[in-house]
């Protein structure tokens, strides 16, 4: 748990449209979670913020952002990107298990919490912003 789980706090990492800033997003993540003690939520946050990032910058021109925020025991993740289009609605994980492209919106919605979207303009350009979250469990 972290030390003082009532102090919100967020980080924004901005990125370019590359596919080798998902692992920097990854490796980022991972590290402000151990830093807040919230280690227990590792793994499953960086698959979700893989999706997500991922997406981003797959699907979209221009660049990206992730962003991290923690309050009142719930960890939301988040990528922006500049493309206003609304994400394609989520399949069903079993129908796409095999498939090698298309998981990752069914991904979050699986291991999530709570997930959606919702326009959102960064530095002037038009986008959307593609969200998770994930509660704390106490500790065993």
Not at 87 to 97: C, K, M, S, Y
């Amino acid at each position: 748990m972290p030390e003082n789980e009532s102090e919100p706090w967020e980080y924004w990492l901005y990125i370019p449209n590359d596919l080798r800033a998902v692992t920097v997003c990854r490796r980022t993540l991972r590290l402000i979670l151990t830093l807040h003690g919230l280690i227990g939520l590792v793994d499953t946050a960086e698959l979700l913020a893989t999706e997500l990032v991922a997406n981003a910058v797959r699907h979209a021109k221009g660049p990206a952002a992730l962003r991290v925020s923690w309050s009142m025991g719930v960890l939301r993740i988040g990528a922006w990107d500049a493309d206003p289009e609304p994400p394609e609605p989520p399949g069903e994980l079993e129908r796409i298990v095999q498939a090698e492209e298309g998981r990752g919106l069914a991904l979050v919605r699986a291991c999530s919490s709570l997930w959606g979207w919702q326009p959102l303009a960064r530095g002037g350009r038009r986008g959307k912003y593609v969200w998770c979250e994930l509660t704390s469990s106490p500790a065993a």
